[in-house]
């Protein structure tokens, strides 16, 4: 029979492999690290989302009737014939197909952006300042300085079919006090219910354990700024049972629209 040489290298292998093996076997796990100092664990009492606390953010303003009946039947035609794209993302639901429309603005002076909003898109022109000027009436003066120097300058719309919804999400982050959206709603109503159900629009507070809820008809406007802006989310409740379209307008600076940034 053949006998097979092994070469030094081998043999020393050979050799040390079962040791290898046991040392293995007997090494102790590595504990693990206690948190950071700056870790903040969450407290032990946080209350589930069915427990949370009803409670209105600060900074949050409605106004129903805030536009008149005209302005309202010129803005759902207007709907009818604008170009609606497709915008996706973490909180659009896959049954909404082209959900969104918004407006674009070159000029950069606030005295510009105004005439060229007023040529490019009059309906939406007009309504934002008579919905501004009804939330004049319900924004006590002085409280917020973001909407004392508040000028519409641009505008996005989503549209919520029934049971579209959309996923709760904070806005863009700025510095606090300086974020703000002004809302106006249009509603399309199902002529064949006897009872319209309208969207509602969700603020939540899940550090905080806190909702506020808005059901949003036809001609309310919304201001939500300060606090109810920067802590809080606000979501549509995605709902089977909702029987109008809501066109829901969302209204900013230029500065604070998040394109671009």
């Known amino acids: 029979p053949h006998r097979r040489w092994y070469t030094r290298t081998e043999e020393t292998v050979m050799m040390a492999a079962p040791a290898f093996h046991k040392a293995i076997a007997k090494k102790p796990k590595k504990e693990k690290p206690p948190p950071p100092a700056w870790f903040l664990q969450p407290p032990p009492g946080r ?3 069915k427990d949370w606390t009803i409670s209105k953010p ?17 803005l759902l035609a207007y709907f009818e014939q604008v170009p609606w794209i497709q915008r996706f993302g973490r909180q659009y639901p896959k049954t909404a197909h082209y959900n969104y429309f918004f407006t674009t603005v070159d000029a950069t002076d606030p005295a510009e952006i105004q005439t060229e909003l007023a040529a490019k898109y009059p309906e939406l022109f007009a309504a934002a300042h008579e919905v501004f000027e009804s939330m004049k009436k319900v924004v006590p003066a002085g409280t917020h300085a973001a909407f004392d120097h508040f000028q519409p300058e641009t505008f996005s719309v989503h549209k919520h079919c029934p049971n579209w919804g959309l996923g709760a999400h904070y806005d863009n982050s700025h510095d606090e006090g300086d974020g703000m959206v002004l809302m106006l709603n249009i509603v399309k109503e199902d002529p064949t219910k006897s009872v319209q159900v309208h969207r509602e629009f969700l603020f939540t507070d899940p550090p905080g354990g806190r909702r506020f809820g808005v059901f949003t008809p036809a001609k309310m406007g ?3 700024t300060g606090n ?28 604070v629209c998040g394109f671009g940034k």
């Open 58 to 74: 600060l900074g949050l303003y409605e106004c129903e009737n805030a536009i008149s009946d005209e302005t309202h039947a010129k």
């Open 222 to 224: 919304i201001v939500f």
């Open 228 to 255: 109810a802006y920067d802590f809080w989310k606000h979501e549509s409740i995605r709902n089977p049972k909702q029987t109008v379209t809501n066109y829901s307008i969302t209204i900013r600076l230029k500065k």
């Open 47 to 49: 209350p589930k989302p």
